[in-house]
T-cell receptor
C-alpha cells in the first residue's frame, strides 16, 4: 500500500498562474484533508471532505477550491496563485472524520509563488 | 492566538537523557489529544494518542490534565533518532485537528 500520495512534489508558479495539487489514498478512508504548513504557523486546515461527495471549508480556505473526485482522490486548486500561497501543502486522510481517528499524511508539495 | 500552544524549543539534550514537553490548550471543549512527530522536511506521523488516564508506549509517556488544560510528553533514554519536531494536537468534536506549532528536539551524541 502506498498510503497517501501527492503530486507534484515541488512546483514554482508565477503570480496569477493556476494549478491543481493532486492527492490519492489507497486505504479506503472516508475522510480527506488539505493543510498548509508555514514557518512559525504550524499546520492549518484549508478544506476537508468528510465523505465522498462532501467538502467543507477549514481555517484558511480563501484562494483555494477543492474537488473530491471519488473516494480515493481529493484535489486542491489554486485559481490565481499569490506569493502568500507559498507554502508546503499536505494532504491527509482518515477512516472517518470522527473523534480520535488517526490522520495519515502524504509527503507534501512544496510550492513557491514568485 | 492558537488553540494549542507549545514551547518551540529547541531542546538540545544528550543521548540517554530524559526530556519533557508541555503544551496547553485553550478550548475546554477539546475532546481528544495526540502527539505527532515530524522529521525535517517530512510529513507528520502519529506518535501516540493521549488518554485522560495517561498512557505509555515504550520510552514515551503522555499525560493529559484537563483541569489545567495541558498535555505532556516524556521521552526517556533519548536516542539520536528521536531528533525531530513534536506536534501537540487537539481535536474538538468532528474533524478539526488543531496543531501546535511544534517543539524541536535535538539529541546529541
Amino acid at each position: 500500500n502506498a498510503g497517501v500520495t501527492q503530486t507534484p512534489k515541488f512546483q514554482v508558479l508565477k503570480t496569477g498562474q493556476s494549478m491543481t495539487l493532486q492527492c490519492a489514498q489507497d486505504m479506503n478512508h472516508n475522510s480527506m484533508y488539505w493543510y498548509r504548513q508555514d514557518p512559525g504557523m504550524g499546520l492549518r486546515l484549508i478544506y476537508y471532505s468528510a465523505s465522498e461527495g462532501t467538502t467543507d471549508k477549514g481555517e484558511v480556505p480563501n484562494g483555494y477550491n477543492v474537488s473530491r473526485l471519488n473516494k480515493r482522490e481529493f484535489s486542491l486548486r489554486l485559481e490565481s496563485a499569490a506569493p502568500s500561497q507559498t507554502s508546503v501543502y499536505f494532504c491527509a486522510s482518515s477512516k472517518t472524520s470522527g473523534r480520535a481517528d488517526e490522520q495519515f499524511f502524504g509527503p507534501g508539495t512544496r510550492l513557491t509563488v514568485l | 492566538r492558537k488553540e494549542v500552544e507549545q514551547d518551540p524549543g529547541p531542546f538540545n539534550v544528550p543521548e540517554g537523557a530524559t526530556v519533557a514537553f508541555n503544551c496547553t490548550y485553550s478550548n475546554s471543549a477539546s475532546q481528544s489529544f495526540f502527539w505527532y512527530r515530524q522529521d525535517c522536511r517530512k510529513e507528520p506521523k502519529l506518535l501516540m494518542s493521549v488518554y485522560s488516564s495517561g498512557n505509555e508506549d515504550g520510552r514515551f509517556t503522555a499525560q493529559l490534565n484537563r483541569a489545567s488544560q495541558y498535555i505532556s510528553l516524556l521521552i526517556r533514554d533519548s536516542k539520536l533518532s528521536d531528533s525531530a519536531t513534536y506536534l501537540c494536537v487537539g481535536q474538538n468534536s468532528g474533524y478539526a485537528l488543531n496543531f501546535g506549532k511544534g517543539t524541536s528536539l535535538l539529541v546529541t551524541p
